[in-house]
């Protein structure tokens, strides 16, 4: 596994890579890494010839600063579990090699930019695709692994690719919950023990909301998660919103959309926790 810090080390490598035709798989991630972030890795590694993954806390966006300096950085293990599961390239690039000059550039999604993440946390899209085109930029990958965790992002990104005219397929990847259920993330990690035994339970609503999709109406339905998460002394929903999985255009009757998405923000004070399930597939709660 070769580190790389610098864009030209990291063009040189893949220079020879794509001189002997092979393919590249690309798992942009901001480190702090657990076992989704390696899901994603090792799909990258079963359909592409290399894999590089890089690893950096883009500061675009973050719209509040303390969130952005208390995120998690664990350098070291990230790259050891990197070198565990036998990826190719790490790139770890500094801020000043991301971004050289401020005159970065704006991007506009429309209404699907607009709603849940867009709405509570203006301008992370505008930042997030800011740091994912220029990474598309530097490192060209054929295919590119992302997470349906961030169900909102990886719809703005399939729509940066086709605005942009990108070559790279965008490939996505399941959620990887912990055993309770609780969505993988790094920010679990900031959680105190007692803020962590509660957060199971947006997982179990999500999956409980499955099951009532078929005798409850949409609205009823996400008043249901709201109280049922409010619930929870340690917990408060930020958004509960069902869309249409493939435009996010939020729905009032299932009969609007052949597939769902419920998605939802959830603090449980100060951590900022989201998860999404598509409706209409589950059966039974698993948690
Ligand atoms: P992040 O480091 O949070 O920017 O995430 C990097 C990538 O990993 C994104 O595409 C995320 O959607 C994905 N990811 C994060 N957590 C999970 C998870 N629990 N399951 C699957 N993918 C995830």
Request: with cysteine; hydrophobic share 40%; net charge neutral.
């Given at each position: 596994?070769?580190?790389?810090?610098?864009?030209?080390?990291?063009?040189?490598?893949?220079?020879?890579?794509?001189?002997?035709?092979?393919?590249?798989?690309?798992?942009?991630?901001?480190?702090?890494?657990?076992?989704?972030?390696?899901?994603?890795?090792?799909?990258?590694?079963?359909?592409?010839?290399?894999?590089?993954?890089?690893?950096?806390?883009?500061?675009?966006?973050?719209?509040?600063?303390?969130?952005?300096?208390?995120?998690?950085?664990?350098?070291?293990?990230?790259?050891?579990?990197?070198?565990?599961?036998?990826?190719?390239?790490?790139?770890?690039?500094?801020?000043?090699?991301?971004?050289?000059?401020?005159?970065?550039?704006?991007?506009?999604?429309?209404?699907?930019?607009?709603?849940?993440?867009?709405?509570?946390?203006?301008?992370?899209?505008?930042?997030?695709?800011?740091?994912?085109?220029?990474?598309?930029?530097?490192?060209?990958?054929?295919?590119?692994?992302f997470g349906e965790k961030d169900y909102q992002q990886l719809v703005i990104i399939k729509?940066?690719?086709?605005?942009?005219?990108?070559?790279?397929?965008i490939?996505s990847?399941?959620?990887?919950?912990?055993?309770?259920?609780?969505?993988?993330?790094?920010?679990?990690?900031?959680?105190?023990?007692?803020?962590?035994?509660?957060?199971?339970?947006?997982?179990?609503?999500?999956?409980?909301?499955?099951?009532?999709?078929?005798?409850?109406?949409?609205?009823?339905?996400?008043?249901?998660?709201?109280?049922?998460?409010?619930?929870?002394?340690?917990?408060?929903?930020?958004?509960?919103?069902?869309?249409?999985?493939?435009?996010?255009?939020?729905?009032?009757?299932?009969?609007?959309?052949?597939?769902?998405?419920?998605?939802?923000?959830?603090?449980?004070?100060?951590?900022?926790?989201?998860?999404?399930?598509?409706?209409?597939?589950?059966?039974?709660?698993?948690?």
């Amino acid at each position: 596994m070769i580190i790389i810090h610098s864009i030209k080390h990291l063009q040189e490598l893949t220079e020879i890579v794509r001189k002997k035709d092979k393919t590249i798989g690309f798992v942009p991630t901001m480190g702090a890494l657990h076992q989704g972030h390696l899901s994603l890795v090792k799909t990258s590694m079963q359909q592409c010839d290399y894999t590089i993954v890089s690893i950096f806390v883009n500061p675009t966006q973050f719209e509040n600063s303390s969130d952005f300096k208390n995120y998690p950085r664990t350098q070291e293990a990230d790259t050891a579990l990197l070198y565990e599961v036998g990826v190719d390239f790490v790139f770890i690039p500094s801020e000043k090699e991301i971004y050289p000059t401020p005159g970065i550039r704006t991007f506009r999604f429309g209404k699907i930019g607009a709603i849940m993440e867009g709405a509570y946390r203006p301008g992370h899209f505008n930042g997030v695709a800011q740091v994912v085109s220029r990474l598309f930029d530097i490192v060209q990958p054929d295919m590119a692994f992302f997470g349906e965790k961030d169900y909102q992002q990886l719809v703005i990104i399939k729509q940066l690719v086709k605005q942009m005219d990108l070559p790279v397929e965008i490939e996505s990847c399941p959620i990887v919950r912990e055993s309770d259920g609780l969505a993988m993330s790094s920010r679990n990690r900031l959680l105190t023990t007692e803020q962590r035994a509660h957060a199971p339970l947006i997982a179990r609503t999500l999956f409980e909301a499955g099951d009532k999709i078929k005798k409850m109406s949409i609205n009823t339905l996400k008043e249901w998660v709201a109280q049922t998460i409010d619930a929870d002394p340690y917990l408060k929903t930020e958004y509960v919103e069902v869309v249409n999985a493939v435009t996010l255009h939020p729905l009032k009757r299932p009969t609007e959309a052949d597939i769902m998405q419920l998605c939802v923000a959830v603090y449980a004070d100060p951590i900022r926790l989201i998860d999404n399930i598509r409706l209409d597939k589950i059966c039974k709660s698993k948690y």
